[in-house]
């Protein structure tokens, strides 16, 4: 019996010297997740956010234009303002606060029947008009601007082109009708730049390459021996003298 009392007595410390000899569990912290949504919210700088126009003023001018005003939240260019001012020369108006250099710009915009504009960047004054220096989102009413007008446009001249110089991908491109709101996306960087519409890449380009200097050398360009020589620059929105219409426009600095 005694014997028997023995061998269960072994069993029972071999058995709990066994469960002590397992490592413990630590519990680990919990590890900190980062959206990359988050990571970027903080980098973007506001140009137009629906309330002011602070920073913004005519191209080459000290004001900004009075046909551009606030109007249900959105930056537009109004023609019926036209009366109101006797300012003479074109109605293009740039965010003068700060240059850029390489960077993400999104903005929201609409155009009315024959509508046209564009966003420039790299703008710097003392010319007659930044298109003369500035490479350009050409904006446009794409699917009535022809009949309207009647003419025949370039596809260099539609929606989303780089103006003058690369057109867009049409099998990439959403074109949406006069009155209705797009987005568009400009990246920037010495080594590629980008255009987007509507949640859609629809070109890009190598900037100051040898493909860009042959197209600028054989193209509208070839007479303006400053376009696109910039590397920093303002942000502007160009005047057509047709209603216009933005909204969130924001922009993210890239590094140099």
């Keep these: 019996m005694k014997q028997i009392i023995t061998i269960f007595l072994i069993v029972i410390i071999f058995c709990s010297c066994q469960t ?10 919990e590890a900190k997740t980062t959206t990359k949504t988050d990571s970027k919210t903080d980098e973007w700088i506001s140009l137009f956010d629906g309330t002011t126009t602070k920073g913004w003023r005519a191209y080459n001018g000290d004001a900004l ?34 240059e850029f250099e390489n960077f993400e710009l999104y903005l929201e915009w609409k155009i009315p029947e024959g509508g046209n504009s564009g966003i420039l ?4 004054e003392g010319y007659p008009g930044p298109y003369e220096v500035a490479p350009e989102y050409q904006l446009l009413d794409d699917l009535k601007w022809e009949e309207i007008n009647n003419a025949k ?3 260099w001249q539609k929606t989303a082109a780089d103006y003058a110089m690369y057109t867009p991908d049409n099998n990439q491109k959403i074109v949406k009708p006069a009155g209705e709101w797009n987005t568009s996306k400009i990246l920037f960087t010495p080594e ?37 020589t ?13 209603p216009l219409w933005f909204r969130n426009i924001k922009i993210k600095k890239l590094p140099s």
């Design 153 to 155: 446009l370039e596809e």
């Design 65 to 98: 234009p009075a046909q551009w005003i606030i109007k249900d939240g959105a930056l537009t260019f109004s023609t019926e303002s036209k009366l109101e001012t006797d300012r003479q020369g074109g109605k293009d108006i740039i965010y003068a606060a700060e």
């Design 230 to 242: 910039f590397k920093k620059g303002y942000i502007c929105l160009q005047d057509h003298d047709s």
């Design 192 to 228: 590629l730049a980008e255009h987007w519409l509507n949640g859609k890449k629809v070109l890009s380009f190598v900037p100051w390459s040898k493909d860009w200097e042959e197209r600028k050398a054989k193209g509208k360009w070839k007479d303006f021996p400053k376009y696109g």
């Design 121 to 124: 960047y790299h703008v710097q």
């Design 20 to 29: 002590d000899s397992k490592p413990k569990e630590v519990a680990q912290p």
